[in-house]
């Protein structure tokens, strides 16, 4: 039986369209992630729906409330977790929001990166394959399917219609 972890990833988009907020995962010795720069989120809520999950990551996360967001795409991440666990993930593109934007949240630091750059910095490997269909502009849905496999992607396969 398939059971994965469902989780959402936002990326905010600066008004200037030009940067996208990341967290440098630099806060805890036994995170997963210590170490990269990730888009905001996490595990859904038992009664959430995945856009509630969203706006609720995102805000604890940085402080921000989402305004505009648009769902990019979902990833099934079979083996990434620490344990082998399986995640599937909705993808967001938040593109206006208010509220007074954190430095720091308990995963680390917060800063805005310019999208040009962001192949320049230390992320999950498999994050460079999706990164771009989320700022592309295209308004299909992408739907993906990325195996994981001791921290590494075996494979990366999408879809739009």
């Not at 995962?25 to 990269?36: P, S, V, Y």
């Not at 720069?37 to 409330?65: A, F, Q, W």
């Not at 929001?97 to 805005?112: A, T």
């Not at 394959?129 to 299909?140: E, I, K, Y």
């Amino acid at each position: 039986m398939y059971t994965p972890i469902i989780g959402t990833l936002g990326y905010i988009l600066s008004p200037d369209g030009q940067q996208t907020l990341l967290v440098h995962r630099n806060a805890r010795e036994d995170d997963q992630h210590l170490g990269k720069y990730n888009g905001l989120g996490g595990k859904m809520h038992p009664g959430e729906d995945v856009l509630t999950c969203m706006r609720r990551e995102i805000y604890e996360e940085s402080g921000l409330t989402c305004l505009d967001l648009q769902l990019r795409g979902t990833i099934n991440w079979t083996g990434f977790g620490p344990e082998g666990e399986n995640w599937l993930g909705f993808i967001f593109l938040i593109t206006s929001f208010s509220g007074q934007l954190r430095s720091i949240n308990e995963e680390g630091e917060l800063n805005w990166h310019p999208l040009s750059r962001l192949p320049e910095l230390p992320m999950w490997e498999g994050d460079r394959f999706f990164l771009p269909l989320v700022f592309d502009g295209d308004p299909r849905l992408f739907y993906g399917y990325m195996p994981y496999c001791r921290g590494k992607p075996l494979d990366w396969r999408y879809f739009r219609l």
